[in-house]
């Protein structure tokens, strides 16, 4: 980057004024088109998985997708709409009804449960599954202790059984709701307390104000919410795959590494994205639709509604039961098995698993953030259709399952290996294999197309902070564009760049069906062997490096909580 000069009035025409100003138009706009090439450039990588799959949309399959369709297709169809539905319902009610309790209400506990109810957030939904599996099974301590007390043999009783489509989907709810919860309780921190006061002086009572008042105008954030869980249902293969459950995901999977047909997985692919899709356009209409909106900017404290007697009990059980059993239950059960048993191998291999799953996710942390800072600071230079179409493109990786993902990720890399090694061969008779498929770099594009959409939106808001006066201020005193980036903005942002780095963290860090596809042959992460001895049915085993998965995610979602508390306007420590 070179430095601006700024034109100044002169009196001579054509006159070394005139010449520094056009320097001067020049310069600015190599300057701003590096940042906004880099942006484009960005933006065309992270896209290429998904087109790449689009591509093979219309390509023949010899067959194999009429074969899908005329046996499994269906199924897959049918679960995953089941699945969608059952979690959809199930985080709604937990994750919206818990968060106007702690938001509104004061009971025994209620101040814990605040940050508490995030908790489940750090459990993958596959060590759930795990965990409830070894827990409920027929010879594990649940049904084991109902012999033992009621002397009853096998075919005395009844037990449902939780390796079923309705097991999968309470697992999901289980650690999925806190998306619904964290937003909800925002957006009823963030509301005003005169319109809540106005519906009570019309005679309406708590209910009513909550279904017609707080809840309309807090319907935008649980949407979004629900929006996100509904994408980490469609993304989610270990706990369906465990349950034995077809799906999207896992006839993906299937296809692609039993059937060794990738243009039919590719097309199953493009399929399931077209579900991500209709969820993302509902979710922009809904909130498109909406128009309730606050009608004043005074923010008081928000009434705490002092609850007593049996509705103190009912709002601690209905808030604590989501908590116990989506954390303290597994979690205890994990430590006991880690205690007891726990991973044989626990020494040298399970360090070199540690070490892997450290390194990929800190690799992936630092790149996304630094893709991150340059796509949010090349539209805040120039905010233009092009660049936010550009950025809003690249940024939806979220949206899209890990397993199409990766899908795309080893399309077009297969081709690049082929191209260069068909050169090699026919120029200079050396052969040089694999460059990039079932290599550490195709794993990390794969991780940085599904996580960037996480640090850019954290850095984003931050940037969006930064009043624009301090860069006119720091590029009057002779600093480029990118210098300004590095010594006033970084700065300032440098809370926002840790905590989107250590989201992206512990997201890599539980990230499975990504991981499984691409990753190179004989390199294993903590995921991948938690999956790998549940799927053995040496759960026990899987305990430790399930174990380790959660602890990394219990720092930040505590960290999350803590400044949700915090961001209610004028808000201040009771």
Aim: hydrophobic share 55%.
């Amino acid at each position: 980057m070179t430095t601006d000069t700024f034109q100044t009035p002169g009196p001579t025409p054509g006159g070394p004024v005139q010449a520094a100003g056009f320097h001067s138009s020049l310069w600015q706009r190599i300057g701003f088109s590096g940042w906004t090439l880099a942006t484009l450039v960005i933006a065309a990588l992270v896209t290429l998985p998904v087109l790449a799959v689009i591509s093979r949309v219309f390509v023949p399959t010899d067959g194999v997708w009429q074969h899908l369709v005329d046996t499994v297709l269906a199924e897959y169809l049918l679960n995953t709409v089941r699945l969608v539905f059952g979690v959809g319902v199930g985080t709604l009610v937990i994750g919206v009804g818990t968060a106007w309790l702690v938001t509104m209400c004061r009971f025994p506990g209620s101040r814990t449960l605040e940050w508490a109810l995030l908790l489940p957030m750090a459990v993958p939904a596959y060590v759930m599954a795990y965990v409830y599996t070894d827990l409920l099974q027929f010879v594990g301590p649940v049904q084991t202790a109902l012999r033992e007390l009621f002397h009853w043999s096998r075919r005395d009783y009844w037990f449902p059984d939780i390796r079923t489509l309705e097991g999968a989907a309470l697992m999901m709810t289980l650690v999925l709701y806190p998306y619904v919860y964290l937003l909800s309780r925002a957006a009823f921190l963030e509301q005003s307390v005169c319109v809540l006061e106005v519906s009570r002086t019309l005679g309406r009572g708590p209910w009513r104000s909550f279904f017609t008042v707080a809840l309309p105008l807090a319907r935008p954030s649980i949407v979004a919410g629900l929006a996100l869980v509904l994408m980490e249902v469609l993304a989610d293969f270990g706990t369906v795959q465990y349950f034995a459950v077809n799906t999207f995901v896992t006839g993906i999977y299937r296809t692609w590494f039993a059937m060794g047909q990738p243009v039919a997985a590719a097309q199953l692919a493009a399929v399931l994205m077209m579900f991500v899709l209709v969820l993302v356009l509902m979710e922009r209409w809904s909130r498109r639709q909406a128009r309730y909106h606050h009608t004043t900017t005074r923010y008081r404290r928000l009434p705490k509604h002092q609850l007593t007697g049996w509705r103190a009990a009912a709002a601690m059980m209905a808030c604590g039961l989501p908590l116990l059993l989506g954390f303290l239950l597994p979690a205890g059960l994990l430590v006991r098995m880690a205690v007891t048993a726990g991973d044989q191998a626990f020494g040298p291999v399970f360090l070199t698993l540690a070490r892997n799953s450290f390194t990929l996710a800190a690799l992936a942390a630092v790149l996304a953030v630094s893709l991150a800072l340059v796509l949010a600071y090349g539209q805040r230079l120039r905010p233009t259709p092009l660049l936010k179409g550009a950025v809003r493109v690249a940024a939806m990786g979220y949206a899209i399952p890990g397993s199409v993902i990766a899908v795309g990720v080893l399309i077009p890399f297969a081709h690049l290996d082929n191209a260069v090694d068909a050169f090699m061969r026919q120029t200079f008779g050396v052969s040089t294999g694999l460059l990039l498929s079932g290599t550490i770099a195709a794993v990390l594009f794969a991780y940085l197309v599904r996580f960037l959409a996480v640090s850019f939106n954290t850095i984003e808001a931050s940037l969006g902070k930064i009043r624009p006066t301090m860069d006119f201020a720091s590029r009057v005193l002779g600093h480029t564009a990118g210098r300004t980036l590095i010594r006033v903005h970084a700065p300032i942002m440098w809370g926002s760049l840790l905590t989107a780095g250590l989201l992206v963290f512990v997201d890599v860090m539980k990230e499975l069906p990504a991981t499984m596809i691409v990753r190179p042959f004989n390199f294993d992460t903590l995921a991948v062997r938690v999956y790998t001895l549940a799927s053995d049915e040496r759960l026990t085993e899987a305990a430790t490096g399930a174990l380790a998965i959660v602890a990394v995610g219990i720092v930040p979602v505590i960290l999350l909580s803590l400044s949700i508390s915090r961001s209610r306007p004028g808000q201040t420590d009771e």
